[in-house]
């Protein structure tokens, strides 16, 4: 009973994370340090229940990282083996929940994105030096940014096709 009932509430996070009740913004593409914060109200403090969709979040992440990781090697190897560089299953969920939750404990990541997170988290893990895992960090900062100004001004769909276009042109597609 219990498991149909929390099964039911991990169905319906997505729904209530981006539903305008709760005050998100227009234009949401990944979730932040403030829906990770969010999530201990919707578990209503309960820390296990708390835990189980973090972790939830972070598997989904993980997983599907790895589909399109797989359906990027069948197609060209050596562009999959670029894109997908960054090591972020160095740590176990549990280790990522908990580093995740100390990440977002400054105020000043709270807008950084999760996948993000996952990857600062893995550096931090796997022991990078600072200097570079500080770059990292102020260069997703400001991708982030400028991602959200451009959002404000044309609507994803728009910005995909941008993009498309621009791939098209170098011959990159």
């Given at each position: 009973?219990?498991?149909?009932?929390l099964?039911?509430?991990?169905?319906?996070?997505?729904?209530?994370?981006q539903?305008?009740?709760?005050?998100?913004?227009?234009?949401?593409?990944?979730?932040?340090?403030?829906?990770?914060?969010?999530?201990?109200?919707?578990?209503?403090?309960?820390?296990?229940?708390?835990?189980?969709?973090?972790?939830?979040?972070?598997?989904?992440?993980?997983?599907?990282?790895?589909?399109?990781?797989?359906?990027?090697?069948?197609?060209?190897?050596?562009?999959?083996?670029?894109?997908?560089?960054?090591?972020?299953?160095?740590?176990?969920?549990?280790?990522?929940?908990?580093?995740?939750n100390?990440?977002?404990?400054?105020?000043?990541?709270?807008?950084?994105?999760?996948?993000?997170?996952?990857?600062?988290?893995?550096?931090?893990?796997?022991?990078?030096?600072?200097?570079?895992?500080?770059?990292?960090?102020?260069?997703?900062?400001?991708?982030?940014?400028?991602?959200?100004?451009?959002?404000?001004?044309?609507?994803?769909?728009?910005?995909?096709?941008?993009?498309?276009?621009?791939?098209?042109?170098?011959?990159?597609?």
């Amino acid at each position: 009973m219990m498991n149909k009932i929390l099964f039911k509430f991990l169905i319906l996070i997505p729904i209530l994370i981006q539903s305008p009740v709760l005050g998100q913004q227009k234009n949401r593409l990944f979730w932040d340090g403030g829906d990770w914060k969010r999530v201990n109200q919707l578990a209503d403090g309960n820390l296990e229940v708390e835990y189980r969709i973090k972790a939830a979040y972070v598997n989904g992440v993980l997983d599907g990282r790895l589909f399109f990781y797989l359906k990027t090697w069948s197609v060209e190897q050596g562009l999959a083996d670029s894109i997908y560089a960054e090591t972020i299953d160095y740590l176990n969920p549990k280790e990522l929940v908990r580093s995740l939750n100390n990440f977002y404990a400054d105020p000043l990541m709270v807008y950084v994105p999760v996948p993000s997170a996952l990857i600062i988290s893995n550096m931090y893990g796997e022991r990078i030096p600072l200097k570079i895992i500080d770059a990292y960090v102020q260069q997703t900062k400001f991708w982030i940014n400028d991602l959200h100004l451009r959002m404000d001004e044309h609507s994803p769909a728009e910005l995909l096709e941008e993009k498309h276009k621009k791939h098209l042109e170098k011959g990159s597609w």
